[in-house]
Structure formats: structure tokens, C-alpha cells
């Protein structure tokens, strides 16, 4: 009934196993891929037919983690997979990068490709493993795809590159990189770094570039086997309309590049679409499309000629040169830190909001459930590009924003010195390139403002390719136009010491390692200049919390006193709350945090957490209150919830018939710890007098 094909690879000593034959036989291309006890099934369907109306390629990836793999049931209302998780969006955008650019330009067939998780045994990381089954899906599918591609992660661990590391062995890596790319070039990069130099990171892309290869190998010999028919892919001659457009449109369009100014810019060119348009607009062979496309080949072809031999970009800088910034910090009165930074065209006001161990993030997710203290939300309205358009979380505002948390996150101070939580927000104001980097540059100073104590200042660059042949330029801090209309996308955010993030796209088919290294050497000394400005508002953490921060202060208690805090149902712990206004958390290991609106209210707790903690001290004096009498004596309370006993004998320095003659319930008492009998506590009243 099936025939179905299978190879097998050993990769850093674990087996990847992939079949294809048996499920899911109706899709282009399906493949059950396997490591340990980790299975991703990736299957990709591809339109036969093009939507005449589309100028772009229609492919859509969504990565999915069903929890039935890791034996779990879902939350919530509904008990099922929702939408997709933050996690889930990154990982469809790091399938989908290094996929993209191995299609042609004339292929716009809609393609669907769903990787989807469905055993998961909490070792093998399935993000890696979902690229390398998405690759074989499409490479046994037939479609026009210029692949395959694989991946690997790369941890540096005591000074050694370490090939697809485990969670666990992540947590001592001072780098977690993923590479993706083909036999011949790499194209895309994401990673988390702790300040490793340039010369460290291009020897990681490198490392983990070499250790693919041998899965590309094992991929091409299964797509030997079973690929299905490739499909025919017509490409329309627009010899015609290329030359007419050339020749009615060069120098306007040439002019218009020449204009500094991003809307002017906008404006000219978007003139001479329509003219291009109206041009043919009587010839019914060629639709609007067939203008478009060619009028953008024409306009990438005067900017990236310029570039390449003129050595002149669109706004008139050098090749290495960033465009004007402004720093700006504590923009706004009643936020905790605020900063505004401007580059050229580009702006964005960040926040930080500090808050309490109750303000954490919590993620569910196959792996259980899990807290995060550090949030950073990145906002794109169409207004920061001149435009109207939806409002709401993409994957791009999560992708954008994740790179700055990988960027900033190594420079936090831990939890245990600074025990707040951080929410940080970006709102892009204006956008003409490279706004992920603002929002690094604008978080660093925003948390400086606010008094985080920050190990290093971090600031990002946006680098940029134009490649023809052997001859290539590498640009500085790109503008939009040359983002759009280059050959790679290549982020780079770290400290004076070295790299925290870097993130690259390719859009060709790779570039070579003496490219990617003169793109770190360039963007280093880019981001030492952009620090250098930044350092111009503000140089260093504020050295305290403003005045409408929570006043956060930790103390740690004997554990045997954490019920004392807590009290029976939490009444005492509530108690502390309503007379003071603060927040009051304890964890089992004795650490109680406290978080209060000022000074005064943080005060007022931390001492009635110290009288209920309090230990009695032999011959100490200590106010008290009679709570109980006896025959024998009283009952006196002290140090919050501690009691003792003051024998008849002790109550005054003379004999006593009987015990309310000298107190009754409710008196305050000065008591004289005298002694301890098993445990409990001996007062004496005389003896404090």
C-alpha cells in the first residue's frame, strides 16, 4: 500500500531520521523527520495555478507545537491550540528566512508549507530539526526550489564550539547561534551572544555551516529517490516593456534618488509609476504588473550602479558613514524611564516599566510552564512610514522585538541584586530603516534612565550588500530604499566590548565569509560611533529608581519563619499588605520581597516582617501587650507574634496576691527577656523597670 523512502544521518552523535511515502501523500511534499524521540512532520502544497493579481511570492510558513506531543493538555477555556505563540511565530520567520531567497523572481505560485510538532521528548529541540524537514519537504515536492538548505545551532561552552547544545548545556553557552544556509553559502543568522568578539561569531557561522553540509548531502540522496515531476516554470518576456521603461524613465527616476528627503523621494517615484502605467495601458499583453516589476528592476539597477561604482548612496553619505543621531532621556514625567532616539529617518520612543515578581510573564509551552521577567514590545504604526494601514501585533513587530530582547537581555543586572521586572516598549514614530536597532539603541538608554543598573550601554547597526559579480560594497547603517533594493540584511547590536546579537538575511544566494567579515569589522566601528552619541544623554545608569518606581527592597528570613510571614490562610501576610500598601512576596527559600509606592510603605513593612522574625534576646527589653491573664501570670505578646510569660512573681518588686491587681488584657508593658525554659520564652516586667 505505501512505498515509502527513508534515510538516516548521525549528526553531533544523535541519529536524524527521515521518511516520506506513508503519511500525508496528497501534499507536494511531506517528510516525518526524527531526533530522539522529537517528530516534526513538514508538508508544503503548492498552487498550480498564479493568482494574476499577485506581484509578490505568496509563501506562508507556519510553524505549529501540537501539546499532545509532550503529553499535555492545553489551557484555557477551549482545551485546544489557539493561536500561534510568540515562540511559534519566530520559529515559522527563522523556517521562512533562509527559504524565501531559493525561489526565482517569476515564481508566484502560492506555496503553504506547515511544519508541524508532534512528539516532543524535551532533549531535542524541534526548531532546528523543522528547517531541515521543511527543506526536504520542498526538495522531494518538485517546485522550482533552488535548495536544499539545512541548519544547525552552535553554543560556545569553556572556549569551545559546541554542535546543536542541549537546554541544559545552553544555559553555560556564552552564545546561542542558528545557522541556516546551502552547500556553497550561508543565509541566515540568529543569535544570542555575552559579548563575544567578531572574529568568535564569524567562527561560529562557520562552524556551523561545515557541520550542515553532510544533512544536505543525506537530503539531495532522498530527493533522488522519490522528488516528484518539476514543474514547469514559464517566464514572460518583458524584453519590450523593459526597454521602453529604460528609456522613458531612467533619468527621472535616476533624479529621484538623487533627493535626500524620504517623502519627496516617495513622492517622485510614485509619480512616474503612474506615467509608467498610463505607457501601457492600451497594450493588453502586459498588465500592471509586468510595468511594476521591471519600473523596480530599473530602479534597482540605478541605485545599486551608483553604489557600486560611484561609491554614492541615495542620501549622499560614504559607504561606512551613519546618518545624524539624537539622544534624548527622561521624556516623559510619570513613566519609570523613557528615551527618545532619532537616527536620520528613523525614531522611536522607548519606556521601561518596572514592576513586581506578580508582574512576571507566564509562557505555556511544551516544556511546561515558565516565567519571564523581562518583556520588551516593539510597536509599528503605519504612521511612522506616512501611511494608514492595520493596526496590531504582527510577526514582524514580534520579530523585531525579540531581536532587541536577544540584544539587551546579557546586560541586565540579575534577579538577585535587582529584583524587578521589566516591561520595555518601543514605539516606532518614524521608520527609513534599520527601526529594530533604534529600539536597542532607545531600550539601553531607557533603562539607564530608569535606574537599571546595567552591566554595559548596547547599541545595533543595520548593514546592508549590493553585490554584482566579484564586486560588492558593504553599507552602513541602510535606509529603507536600500534595504528593499540590496542583496542582505544584516543586524549587529552589542556592547563597546563586543557583540550581544546579530541577525542576517540574505537575499541572494550566499555570500562569502570575506563579505560577513568585513561587515562585522564595519558595523563595530559604526556602533562604537553610535555609543558614543548615546553616551552624549546619558553615560551610565541612573544611581537610584525615580520617584514613581515601586521602592523594592529584599530581605531573607529563616525558612522555619515563612509560615510566621505567611500566616495561617495568609491572614498575616494580608495583614502586613492593608497596614503598610505594599506588595509582600515570599518564595521557599526564605526571600521575602517587598515592593511598595514609597519609601514610607516599604518601610512599614520591612519592620513588621522584622518584629515577626525577630528572635527574643536574653536581657533585651521589649514593648509588649497583655493578651492573656492567668492565675500563674500573664501572657504578654511581643515582637509581633511572639509571646512569653511573666510569672506572678515578675509582675512588680513586691508580693502579689492576685494578677489584675497590676495589669489586665490589653496593656501595653515594657517585658525584660529573663530566660528561656523549652523552648518558651521567660519574661519579667519588674526586671524591665
Known sequence: ?????????????????????????????????????????????GAKKVNPEVDYFPLSVNYQEKYYAAGKIPGGYFKREARPTESETLISRLIDRPIRPLFPDEFRNEVQLLPTVISYDKENEPDILSIIASSAALAISGMPFMGPIAASRVGFIEGKYVLNPSKKELENSSLDLVVAG?????????????????????????????????????????????????WILEKKDLSEVKKKIEQEFKNELTKAFSIKDKQQRSNLISEVTDKAKKLFEENESYTDLDVNYELKNLEK???RTDILKNKKRIDGRGLSDVRQIMCEVGILPRTHGSALFTRGETQAIVTTTLGTSDDEQRIESLDGLQRERFMLHYNFPP????????????????GHGKLAWRAIKSSLPSKESFPYTFRIVSEITES?????????????????????????????????????????????????????????????????????????????????????????????????????????????????VGKHTPKMEKITVDKKDIATVIGKG???????????????????????????????????????????????????IYNGKVIKIMEFGAFVNFLGKQDGLVHISELANKRVAKVTDVVKEGDEVKVKVIGFDRGKVKLSIKAAV
Open 1 to 45: 500500500m505505501f512505498k515509502v523512502f527513508k534515510k538516516e544521518i548521525e549528526v553531533a552523535g544523535k541519529k536524524i531520521k527521515f521518511e516520506t511515502g506513508k503519511i500525508a501523500r496528497q501534499a507536494d511534499g511531506a517528510i516525518i523527520a526524527q531526533c530522539g524521540e522529537t517528530v516534526v512532520m513538514a508538508t508544503v502544497v
Open 182 to 230: 546551502t552547500k556553497d553559502a550561508v543565509l541566515m543568522v540568529e543569535s544570542e551572544a555575552n559579548g563575544l568578539t567578531e572574529e568568535e561569531m564569524l567562527k561560529a557561522v562557520k562552524f556551523g555551516h561545515e557541520k550542515f553540509i553532510p544533512i544536505i548531502n543525506t537530503i539531495e540522496e532522498l530527493a533522488k529517490e522519490c522528488k516528484k515531476t518539476e
Open 383 to 398: 504612521f511612522s512610514v506616512g501611511e494608514t494601514g492595520r493596526i496590531g501585533t504582527g510577526r514582524r513587530e514580534i
Open 432 to 544: 527609513n530603516g534599520s527601526s529594530s536597532m533604534a529600539t536597542v539603541c532607545g531600550t539601553s538608554l531607557s533603562l539607564m534612565d530608569a535606574g537599571v543598573p546595567i552591566k554595559e550601554p548596547v547599541a545595533g547597526i543595520a548593514m546592508g550588500l549590493i553585490k554584482e559579480g566579484n564586486d560588492f560594497s558593504v553599507l552602513s547603517d541602510i535606509l529603507g530604499d536600500e534595504d528593499h533594493l540590496g542583496d542582505m540584511d544584516f543586524k549587529v547590536a552589542g556592547t563597546k566590548d563586543g557583540i550581544t546579537s546579530l541577525q542576517m538575511d540574505i537575499k541572494i544566494t550566499g555570500i562569502t565569509f570575506e563579505i560577513m567579515e568585513q561587515a562585522l569589522k564595519q558595523a563595530r566601528e559604526g556602533r562604537i560611533h553610535i555609543l558614543g552619541e548615546m553616551n552624549k544623554a546619558i553615560g551610565k545608569s541612573r544611581s537610584s
Open 301 to 303: 539597477r540605478i541605485v
Open 570 to 620: 495568609g491572614a498575616t501576610i494580608r495583614e502586613i499588605v492593608d497596614k503598610s500598601g505594599a506588595k509582600v512576596d515570599v518564595n521557599d527559600e526564605g526571600v521575602v520581597t517587598v515592593a511598595a509606592p514609597d519609601e514610607e510603605s516599604r518601610n512599614i513593612a520591612l519592620q513588621y516582617i522584622k518584629d515577626l522574625t525577630a528572635k527574643a534576646e536574653i536581657n533585651k
